[in-house]
């Protein structure tokens, strides 16, 4: 039986994964999340009879080791997808990556798990400097050095169909003037349908180690708003702002609020400069191809598009324009 858990599932790749898997009459699919509304959201995903029943949705404490040995049996494969970029005074950094990949590998030595996903973020290694990425680097290591067969796969910027990437990435490439943070800080965006083929490719072939994946293209953050706007059919004017502006701010941000918009952490691994050789990694991974720049842009900014073309029909007969 082709058989997974997802931890993190309701999550824009969880939910991908979900659909992809469920579509498939030999998989079966234990979503496990921390809320009643996060399991709500799943059982909302559009998806046919058919699908519905091979999904099992489960509400579990991510460091619950009891809770999760019980929901990893009669499963073999784990996919990890939980993690935070912005750490707040309700949400840190510990609790969601150690305390959580601590507690999987514990249950996994009581469960049937036989092999674990872990997705994590370039640049993330447990001496950085960046609070964020050291602690995503001290996760990888708790599962790398536990009982189970793990692989981590470390991803850049992720575009897919939905998540808020793409839409602040459309957002502003339409803006006459654009504003960023050091705006030749390299960017190599990787399409969301390319890392769920990863996830299972390291899965089927059983692949274990430490992998760094980007996207086919390195490109400037600058260059990337421009041809997002070209794309789109638009020119913007791309201001840089020093990341030492977006640093400070998030400093400031973090003194002033409990749940800041923006953190000085948060900031730094966004301003992490990307340039990956994927060649290698995707043949020792298994993956065979790439899905383009231009080609990924397109399938996200086209579900905008159409998202905003059925947002405004209603409006305009009402004699209202956005415009």
């Known amino acids: 039986m082709n058989d997974w858990v997802i931890t993190g599932a309701n999550g824009n790749l969880g939910k991908r994964l ?19 509304s996060a399991a709500d959201l799943l059982k909302n995903l559009p ?32 996919v990890h997808l939980v993690g935070i970029l912005k750490q707040t005074r309700y949400a840190g950094y510990e609790d969601a990556h150690e305390l959580s990949c601590e507690a999987i590998a514990a249950a996994s030595l009581k469960s049937t798990l036989s092999h674990i996903v872990y997705l994590s973020i370039v640049g993330s290694r447990s001496d950085s400097r960046n609070l964020c990425l ?27 169909e939905h998540d808020y990437a793409s839409k602040a990435l459309f957002y502003r490439a339409i803006k006459p003037v654009s504003f960023t943070f050091r705006s030749s800080s390299l960017e190599q965006p990787i399409y969301a349908g390319d ?46 702002v020093p990341i030492s502006v977006g640093l400070l701010l998030g400093k400031i941000l973090e003194l002033m609020m409990a749940n800041p918009p923006v953190t000085a952490a948060m900031m730094g691994v966004l301003d ?10 995707m043949t020792q991974i298994g993956l065979e191809k790439l899905t383009s720049l231009d080609s990924m842009l397109g399938l996200v900014f086209e579900v905008i598009e159409l998202s905003l073309i059925h947002i405004s029909e209603p409006t305009r007969r009402r004699g209202i324009s956005y415009a």
Request: aromatic letters at 2%.
């Open 47 to 78: 998806l046919t009879s058919d699908q519905r029943s091979r999904l099992d949705i489960r509400i579990c404490d991510y460091r619950d080791t009891d809770g999760l040995s019980e929901a990893f049996q009669g499963y073999s494969n784990l």
């Open 195 to 240: 890392v769920l083929k990863a996830i299972r490719s390291v899965v089927l072939n059983k692949v274990v180690g430490s992998f760094d994946l980007g996207g086919p293209q390195s490109l400037s953050r600058k260059a990337l708003l421009k041809k997002s706007s070209e794309l789109l059919g638009k020119s913007t004017r791309v201001v840089s």
């Open 272 to 281: 992490h400069d990307d340039s990956i050789d994927t060649k290698d990694v």
């Open 134 to 160: 050291a602690s995503k680097g001290r996760a990888e290591q708790i599962l790398r050095q536990g009982p189970t067969d793990s692989c981590v796969l470390r991803v850049p910027m992720v575009l897919g």
């Open 18 to 36: 979900i659909d992809e898997l469920t579509r498939e009459t030999d998989s079966r699919v234990r979503a496990i999340v921390r809320s009643q």
